[in-house]
């Protein structure tokens, strides 16, 4: 019956404080209040995020369609704020993915146009952009995994901070599931 008090107060979206609560009841319910409501908030716009950036076409616009969802200033979702980094790193990744592609065609473009021509400075030319294209895309490759750790790692801490605060509920409903039972 105890676990079924506490789990019946893990499910209340918003717990009243009272005038006789103690103080650290009160600081644990209006954790519990701000808790809830940043997660419920992180619930209903997750998949807005997630949406915006695997649509838009570029950076720039999925970040300005997604300043009114989060907001900018400093009481902002934290786990929003952090969803969105996480999405905007990926967007990033897509990004550079796709310039490796197009450079590829160019760069086989470029290779093709270079064999037909029998001018040996124009074939140099020609041979020489073929050479940036590839540069680049090393350059862009290596800079597809950094992005990709940084993914990972920052996917990874946002898990963790996840639990950590699922871990903080617990003991926020502990310590008011106590105080009730007094």
Known sequence: MKHLKKYQLF????????DTDKEDV?????????????????KSKKSQIESIYKKSKTLEEAEELI???????ENSNKFLIE????CRIEKEIEVLH???????????????????VKDSTTKATAMGKVTDIQNRIAEKNKKILD?????????K??????????KNIEEYIK????????
């Not at 009160?26 to 992180?42: A, G, L, Q, V």
């Not at 796709?98 to 037909?116: F, G, H, N, Q, T």
């Not at 992005?147 to 996917?155: A, I, P, T």
């Not at 898990?159 to 605060?165: L, N, V």
């Open 11 to 18: 499910l209340r979206e918003n717990f009243d404080i009272q």
């Open 26 to 42: 009160k600081m644990s319910k209006e954790k519990m209040n701000d808790i809830n409501k940043e997660i419920e908030d992180y």
């Open 67 to 73: 300043k009114p969802i989060i907001g900018d200033d």
């Open 83 to 86: 969803l969105s980094t996480i």
């Open 98 to 116: 796709k310039e490796i592609v197009d450079d590829k065609i160019r760069s086989d473009d470029m290779r093709s146009e270079a064999s037909l």
């Open 147 to 155: 992005k990709s750790k940084e993914f990972e790692d920052l996917n």
């Open 157 to 166: 801490n946002h898990i963790k901070k996840m639990q950590d605060m699922r």
């Open 175 to 182: 310590k008011i599931s106590d105080s009730e039972q007094k």
